[in-house]
């Protein structure tokens, strides 16, 4: 039952954020790419396949706290993207240091990390009480792009 | 000889005082409670017949009265109601008999005539018709001075017959009054005939001026020769 | 079918049906959690062999069974891209515990692709299945085991709990069985505090409550009635003898004023009767005292004596004993008087009537009719067995009530060409 309201609802919000989204079940997902993902993360759960785009995207938590994941996979079972949550200090010194200087005033939250063809880039969430931002850096601290929200 | 009938029901009253009339008796009629209490108070009766069920009263309590002035011994009490009680008390309060409805007039008469001879009982209970005397402590029959042996219900048909002299007596009254009350069989009365027979040849032979008539074949009646 | 019989039989049909269907879902419920469980053991087996694949590039030679529960084996590219993980129920030659020599057993077998180090395998991993066949026996057997429990249950409940439930409510259909209007003083009555059972011995209640009342009122009303009909009766017949003892009546005139007198009569014994039955049903007798029955009969045998004379019919008294009761004379007489009368008037010529006291007995016979009488209806009211008499038909019926009053067992009886009527005294 539970499983049935969360996979409506996920069909519900992948409707509606994008159209070509399509739910999956684990046995429609090529066996590559689920022994793949298996070795890669084999400690993961609540696992939720799409397909999206030619890649399978894979939803899923590791982790007592339920760290949320996000992995694309191509058809032969390679990872193409990982997007993962991670806490504000594990944030590499460089970027610590570049909010330091520039943002000191705004609180950091909702930090990720995207690994994507061996590159690795962060984004994250800047807040004060009046103005939001969304900043992605890289390994060296450098702001690639910073949207207001 | 004067009687007092108490009987609230009209045609009744008139059918018992026609009969008692043609036995030569006074007879004056009281058909309710104040009426007949106001009779008993003022005249003395020889014979007074009762009936229990009164309008404004209840013919017990007319006995109680009788009672005190000493005048009970002499009521024949008449009712529609066979109880017990009522027998009892009636009896209790001095009653002579107790009679209950319907009766045949044979059988009243009988009952009157007898609580009339025990009033003027002289020491004597014989009843004489013609030359026909009947001794009813001794029960014995004597014709011309000669006894006639009858045997128990020859002895009780003829002295029915004497008190009933000149009328009717049905079949039916001479069963229940010799064989009892209880003869519900009895649908053919021919054994009555047959009683009857012998007793008018015993009365024949002992040459007796009273003759038993055949009535209409539903009854008899005792006539002097 | 009793209640608690008929409550166990729909009891059992309705549990064998639901048990029945329970046992259905049940198979096919356990059957999927045995392959869920089973697939997962597939699943973490197959991770085992793909993450020792990468290490230990031996076990990528292994292509048969022997030994193992998996083979592997390389595949092209594209033959790997179309494969997804499934599992199928198959059947492969095992040989287990218990088989002497290798069997078809059922198993489950996982095929899946990976790659390593830039090729691809196709494997397959098998595990061994419960045997369906097996495993229905096994749960026929458990279910059937379970719904002979139960029934065994439901029978136990069903003697020990519901009957003791309704053990009030047979006490008082017996109590109901056993009560007689008119008779029985006490109302039939429940012990329990069961609402539904207090509630039926209310409406009984009720119920016989207005039957006593219509009882009493229909006794008072016969009562009544005849009471009533006592002075009509009596006017109608000194009217009657007053105009026949006029005398001046032709024959025929005479002979109708007899007829009329002749019903009269009838009338009025029917009218004595239904008083006197009355009155024994409302025990309105009060003068009880001891009575000799013996002098009863022997009154009542000299006071028929002329009847049985012009019937010739011979009249015996055989006592053996003295036999006395508490009783009121006049009912005794009546008793007695009507059953000798019986059996004189309906007596044959030259016939015989015995009667026979003993020490708690009085048995009247008398010859008569060759074929016996229905016993059944010879005590009921206007009951006659043969249509000429102009008797009330109740005789018999007062003989009956007389002996219910004092408890004394009456019965009837044909026996060698004899009619007889025994009176039991208590």
């Given amino acids: 039952m539970k499983r049935i309201i969360v996979i409506s609802l996920l069909a519900l919000i992948s409707y509606t954020n994008d159209l070509f989204a399509q739910k999956i079940l684990k046995s429609q997902v090529p066996s590559l790419v689920v022994n793949s993902f298996q070795q890669k993360f084999p400690k993961a759960f609540d696992i939720d396949w799409e397909l999206k785009d030619k890649l399978y995207e894979v939803d899923f938590e590791t982790g007592l706290r339920g760290t949320d994941h996000v992995a694309w996979f191509d058809k032969t079972g390679k990872l193409v993207k990982h997007k993962e949550e991670i806490s504000k200090s594990n944030l590499p010194g460089k970027i610590m240091a570049k909010i330091k200087s520039e943002f000191g005033a705004y609180r950091v939250d909702d930090v990720k990390r995207i690994t994507e063809d061996s590159k690795v880039i962060y984004m994250l969430e800047l807040k004060s009480v009046t103005e939001e931002w969304k900043l992605t850096f890289d390994a060296e601290g450098n702001v690639l792009s910073k949207v207001a929200d | 000889m004067k009687i007092l009938i108490v009987e609230d029901e009209k045609d009744l009253l008139k059918t018992i005082a026609g009969s008692l009339e043609k036995e030569h008796f006074v007879v004056e009629a009281a058909s309710d409670f104040y009426a007949a209490s106001e009779k008993i108070n003022v005249y003395d009766y020889d014979c007074i017949l009762l009936d229990i069920m009164l309008p404004n009263g209840n013919g017990l309590q007319l006995l109680e009265q009788l009672k005190k002035s000493g005048k009970s011994n002499n009521v024949i009490i008449i009712s529609a109601k066979d109880s017990l009680e009522d027998k009892l008390r009636g009896l209790e309060l001095g009653a002579d008999d107790y009679l209950t409805k319907p009766f045949h007039i044979a059988e009243l008469n009988a009952r009157v005539k007898a609580v009339l001879r025990r009033k003027k009982l002289d020491g004597k209970n014989t009843i004489e018709i013609a030359n026909v005397v009947l001794d009813l402590t001794e029960r014995i029959c004597i014709v011309n001075n000669e006894k006639v042996p009858l045997n128990r219900k020859e002895f009780d048909i003829l002295n029915y017959f004497l008190f009933n002299k000149n009328r009717l007596v049905t079949k039916t009254a001479l069963a229940e009054h010799v064989w009892g009350d209880h003869i519900d069989q009895s649908d053919n009365f021919d054994f009555i005939y047959y009683q009857i027979k012998n007793l008018r040849r015993k009365l024949q032979t002992a040459k007796a001026e009273v003759e038993i008539e055949a009535v209409y074949g539903i009854g008899y009646k005792l006539v002097e020769k | ?426």
């Avoid at chain 3, 409302?282 to 005292?289: G, R, V």
């Avoid at chain 3, 006049?330 to 010529?349: C, D, K, M, Q, T």
Wanted: charged content about 25%.
């Fill in chain 3, 1 to 426: 079918m009793k209640l608690l019989n008929r409550s166990l039989l729909y009891l059992s049909v309705s549990m064998f049906f639901i048990i029945g269907l329970w046992s259905v879902v049940f198979y096919f419920n356990m059957l999927n959690k045995i392959k869920e469980s089973v697939d997962e053991g597939l699943d973490h087996y197959k991770r085992q062999i793909v993450y020792q694949a990468q290490k230990d590039s031996i076990i990528l030679e292994k292509s048969n069974f022997e030994g193992g529960f998996f083979t592997i084996g390389e595949i092209t590219a594209s033959e790997a891209i179309a494969i997804k993980d499934i599992y199928i129920d198959t059947l492969m030659y095992m040989q287990d515990a218990d088989d002497e020599i290798p069997e078809l057993e059922p198993v489950r077998l996982l095929t899946t692709a990976f790659e390593n180090n830039g090729h691809y395998y196709k494997l397959s991993v098998i595990n061994s299945m419960v045997e369906e066949d097996d495993l229905i026996e096994e749960l026929l057997r458990e279910t059937l085991g379970l719904y002979f429990v139960l029934l065994a249950a439901v029978i136990i409940i069903n003697n020990f709990v519901l009957q003791r439930l309704w053990k009030p409510f047979y006490s008082f259909l017996i109590q109901l069985k056993n009560y007689r209007v008119g008779s029985s003083r006490k109302f039939p009555e429940v012990k329990t505090k069961t609402k539904e059972f207090t509630d039926l011995q209310n409406a009984v209640n009720i119920l016989l409550q207005r039957n006593i009342e219509t009882y009493e009122q229909q006794k008072q009303f016969i009562g009544n009635a005849s009471h009533e009909l006592q002075t009509p009766l009596a006017i109608a017949t000194n009217k009657l003898e007053l105009l026949i003892e006029k005398g001046d009546l032709q024959s025929r005139q005479a002979e109708s004023i007899a007829e009329v007198m002749r019903i009269i009569e009838r009338l009025v014994r029917l009218n004595r009767s239904l008083l006197l039955l009355t009155k024994i049903e409302n025990k309105q007798f009060l003068d009880e005292q001891i009575v000799s029955l013996n002098e009863i009969v022997r009154q009542n045998v000299s006071d028929l004596e002329e009847i049985a004379e012009f019937k010739n019919v011979k009249i015996t008294v055989a006592e053996t004993a003295g036999l006395t009761a508490q009783m009121d004379v006049s009912l005794a007489g009546i008793v007695i008087s009507n059953l000798l009368r019986n059996a004189v008037f309906h007596n044959i010529y030259n016939g015989i009537v015995t009667v026979e006291i003993s020490e708690k007995t009085v048995k009247i016979s008398n010859t008569g009719i060759k074929a016996p009488i229905n016993e059944q209806k010879i005590f009921s009211r206007f009951y006659k067995a043969d249509d000429n008499t102009s008797g009330t038909g109740l005789g018999l019926t007062i003989v009956k009530a007389i002996c219910d009053l004092y408890n004394i067992a009456v019965r009837y009886y044909y026996e060698n060409d004899l009619h007889s009527f025994e009176l039991r005294f208590r």
